[in-house]
């Protein structure tokens, strides 16, 4: 009955919100309200797909989808504060969809949320199929693309436009070959399933220049942007070239529902890699930034993950995370497992002059944790950072677990409430891939190799 409710207020909310485009008095107001319509048009489609009966939805989907739809509300409102235009559009937009979802939450996670399983190293929503196809040197693509004409397209969009007319949703391949793209993508949720193969991250790179200093709101900044489900990228680059004097800009969102990255390259300087909402997985990427390169609302796993803090602009701090839990009943946060957190070349040489920290509270809930993972000496002794003052030092969750390096030592760390050493391997494991994203219903059919627990 809750969902049911939320759902028509949702849908109310937005034909109101529609009709307020004549009402917007610039272009940034204009460009954050159009987000807005694609945000809650989208978490319309998740609590859809709650109700449905025919999704065969467990309690783990609903809470990962009702997760989703708050955080699409909570980035519209985003969109205009961070384009300073938060005084005339939002009032008029404002509604009670978010409490509701809220409760709605709260009402499911009372019947205790039990995650799924895993096998062969993946969670288990990777598929056999999947596994073996990305663990395969050859792919059998369904269309190549190719700059010099050799492939079936040019361009990565003609590529995705074709895509678009299948028939069907099962998994479609696109394989393309080495070259610098510069497009701006976005797979929606019409497109489900799509796999991009390049020739390795070095090799196939997708290139983009949005930013919040040109004019984008951070959602709206991607190089490239998926929310089709089932995801999957192996082998490429996306790269934002912004600079760190545009501010947030964005390499690549996710908000796509058990979608996997390996062996890719993330590469930005502040806000690099948004991963957005829903359950996500990325194994043997690289991962170069500055502030807040690793953020978001989603349930994501980072394994055996590179991470590259670049020199930032003159008095800026690095942080490597920034997650945007909202709400305590969220199942969302970020987990880096079996990774290593280290200096890109341009920061190695001046190491003393900034700060690099694990991470900061971006909203109230921010939940982070890093697991036997090699922390190098760039990390600050403190480990944490302050958001504002004392905003959610004691409602976050921020754990440690059997790190190691040169700044593993806990004993100079913060001294916040929602701070801890995690010691018990019962505790650390729900950070795993089997408890965390489930992914043994799911990964092993990507066929990306991944450790299911500590």
Known sequence: MSLQLTMEHAVSAQNHNKHLGSKCRNEKEKTAWSDCLKLYENAIIQLNQTLDPNTKCTDFDAQTWLSTSLTNLETCRTGFMELGVSDHMLPLMSNNVSQLISNTL????????????????????????????????????????????????????????????????????????????????????????????????????????????????????????????????????????????NH??????????????????????????????????????????????????????????????????????????????????????????????????????????????????????????????????LVDPAGWLEWDGDFALDTLYYGEYKNLGPAASTSGRVKWGGYRVITSSTEASKFTVANFIAGNSWLPATGVPYTSGL
């Not at 996710?254 to 502040?270: A, K, M, N």
């Not at 995370?321 to 009943?329: E, I, K, L």
């Open 248 to 377: 947030q800009a964005v390499a690549l969102r996710s908000g796509s529902d058990l979608s996997v990255f390996y062996r890719c390259g993330f590469e930005g300087y502040q806000d690099t890699l948004y991963v957005h909402s829903q359950r996500q997985f990325y194994k043997e990427c690289y991962i170069y930034g500055t502030v807040d390169f690793i953020f978001g609302n989603a349930a994501v796993i980072l394994q055996n993950c590179m991470i590259y803090a670049r020199r930032p602009m003159d008095k800026q701090k690095n942080t490597v995370t920034a997650q945007g839990r909202t709400d305590p009943n969220q199942n969302t946060g970020i987990s880096i497992h079996n990774s290593r957190v280290m200096a890109a070349p341009d920061l190695a040489p001046v190491l003393s002059s900034f700060k690099t920290y694990l991470g900061r509270p971006w909203k109230e809930y921010s939940r982070t944790v890093f697991m036997q993972t090699y922390l190098d000496t």
């Open 106 to 245: 709260s009402i499911n996670n009372a019947s205790s949320v039990k995650p799924e399983t895993y096998k062969g190293g993946f969670p288990s929503w990777v598929k056999a199929g999947d596994r073996k196809l990305l663990q395969t040197s050859s792919v059998t693509a369904d269309l190549v693309v190719a700059q010099d004409g050799s492939g079936n397209h040019k361009t990565i969009q003609a590529a995705l436009d074709m895509a678009a007319k299948r028939s069907g949703s099962g998994r479609f391949v696109i394989y393309i070959k080495r070259g610098v793209y510069t497009e701006n993508l976005v797979i929606d949720n019409s497109l489900k399933n799509i796999i991009l193969v390049g020739d390795g991250l070095r090799y196939t790179i997708i290139t983009g220049s949005r930013s919040v200093g040109g004019g984008s709101t951070t959602f709206n900044s991607a190089t490239v942007a998926v929310t089709g489900a089932g995801f999957i990228a192996r082998g490429i680059t996306f790269r934002n070239t912004a600079g760190p004097q």
